[in-house]
């Protein structure tokens, strides 16, 4: 297990420097710059703006005193609002990070209820509504979701406010996120379910007089989840993703909107900024939920 976890910490590293070198070299490559705006600056500015920030140095030497403070802890300021990006980023992570955990925990709970429900209950009403539902809502990116139901709650009924900063502001975001990876979920448990329900050692504890009860929540069950636990590293990596979207267009302040605004911006320090923090997040918890597999089922081995 030891050497497990450090082989997949070194190729952590390795993949969030591939990822520092192709994000860093491809945003310089892009025609422009940050400075470059609706209302053109002198020559003479924007030759002050460059050497202030280091943008005069060729692309290695800014890469590699990049990566000199990276190694220190700084992810240095903006070059648009010159506030700190590791501030910027705490204080925005936390709305996506509460929007996130929300949205994860009602895809996970009701994804495992449903897809339990539609395995008892095969082939009878309520496994139809379920798959029916299940696929319609796998078919659905979030951001189409996340307008339909602006459009509708939002505008038409007036339930929710649009412009608003409220949690109330939470519950069509968390709908959007939460929707896809349910859907998902629900048809892997179905699955896993069934087969789990076919194994000998099933048949043998019912033989035995186990109660269904047991039998299902007790052994069918926890080796029916072992897909699931696989899919929450990826899930998580989606509603991160899939949250850059949803949060503009609900106009809260997250950290996904403000990755689009700094895109937009070219603002190349809070680019590389929050891309490094998302791809350590996504790699953080690609490792916990292999290391959950392993704690899940004791036959798996991790080499």
Same mark, same amino acid.
């Given at each position: 297990?030891?050497?497990?976890?450090?082989?997949?910490?070194?190729?952590?590293?390795?993949?969030?420097?591939?990822?520092?070198?192709?994000?860093?070299?491809?945003?310089?490559?892009?025609?422009?710059?940050?400075?470059?705006?609706?209302?053109?600056?002198?020559?003479?500015?924007?030759?002050?703006?460059?050497?202030?920030?280091?943008?005069?140095?060729?692309?290695?030497?800014?890469?590699?005193?990049?990566?000199?403070?990276?190694?220190?802890?700084?992810?240095?300021?903006?070059?648009?609002?010159?506030?700190?990006?590791?501030?910027?980023?705490?204080?925005?992570?936390?709305?996506?990070?509460?929007?996130?955990?929300?949205?994860?925990?009602?895809?996970? #709970?009701?994804?495992? $209820?449903?897809?339990?429900? &539609? +395995?008892?209950?095969?082939?009878? =009403?309520?496994?139809?509504? *379920?798959?029916?539902?299940?696929?319609?809502?796998?078919?659905?990116?979030?951001?189409?979701?996340?307008?339909?139901?602006?459009?509708?709650?939002?505008?038409?009924?007036?339930?929710?406010?649009?412009?608003?900063?409220?949690?109330?502001?939470?519950?069509?975001?968390?709908?959007?996120?939460?929707?896809?990876?349910?859907?998902?979920?629900?048809?892997?448990?179905?699955?896993?379910?069934?087969?789990?329900?076919?194994?000998?050692?099933?048949?043998?504890?019912?033989?035995?007089?186990?109660?269904?009860?047991?039998?299902?929540?007790?052994?069918?069950?926890?080796?029916?989840?072992?897909? #699931?636990?696989?899919? $929450?590293?990826?899930?998580? &990596? +989606?509603?991160?993703?899939?949250? =850059?979207?949803?949060?503009? *267009?609900?106009?809260?302040?997250?950290?996904?909107?403000?990755?689009?605004?700094?895109?937009?911006?070219?603002?190349?320090?809070?680019?590389?900024?929050?891309?490094?923090?998302?791809?350590?997040?996504?790699?953080?918890?690609?490792?916990?939920?292999?290391?959950?597999?392993?704690?899940?089922?004791?036959?798996?081995?991790?080499?």
């Amino acid at each position: 297990m030891a050497r497990y976890i450090v082989k997949r910490v070194l190729l952590a590293v390795l993949t969030l420097f591939l990822i520092c070198f192709i994000t860093f070299f491809a945003m310089n490559a892009i025609p422009g710059g940050p400075f470059n705006g609706e209302k053109a600056k002198s020559p003479a500015v924007m030759a002050v703006l460059n050497e202030r920030y280091g943008l005069d140095q060729p692309v290695i030497v800014q890469f590699g005193n990049y990566m000199k403070n990276l190694l220190h802890g700084d992810l240095g300021v903006s070059l648009k609002t010159g506030r700190s990006i590791a501030d910027t980023i705490r204080q925005s992570f936390v709305v996506s990070a509460r929007i996130g955990l929300i949205a994860m925990l009602i895809a996970i #709970v009701f994804g495992i $209820v449903f897809g339990s429900i &539609a +395995a008892l209950w095969r082939n009878k =009403l309520p496994d139809r509504l *379920i798959v029916f539902f299940a696929t319609l809502d796998t078919a659905m990116p979030s951001f189409v979701l996340a307008s339909l139901l602006l459009l509708v709650f939002c505008i038409k009924l007036q339930w929710i406010p649009v412009w608003s900063s409220t949690e109330h502001n939470y519950i069509l975001p968390v709908i959007s996120l939460s929707l896809y990876p349910m859907a998902y979920i629900t048809r892997l448990t179905k699955t896993s379910m069934l087969d789990v329900l076919g194994q000998d050692y099933i048949r043998t504890a019912r033989a035995k007089g186990v109660s269904g009860t047991k039998v299902i929540f007790k052994h069918a069950l926890r080796n029916a989840l072992i897909p #699931v636990i696989t899919y $929450v590293g990826p899930m998580t &990596a +989606a509603i991160l993703t899939g949250s =850059l979207v949803v949060e503009k *267009i609900f106009t809260i302040g997250g950290l996904g909107s403000k990755f689009v605004d700094c895109i937009t911006n070219r603002d190349y320090t809070m680019i590389m900024g929050t891309t490094i923090f998302l791809a350590s997040m996504i790699v953080i918890v690609n490792l916990v939920s292999d290391l959950l597999y392993k704690a899940v089922d004791p036959r798996v081995k991790l080499d």
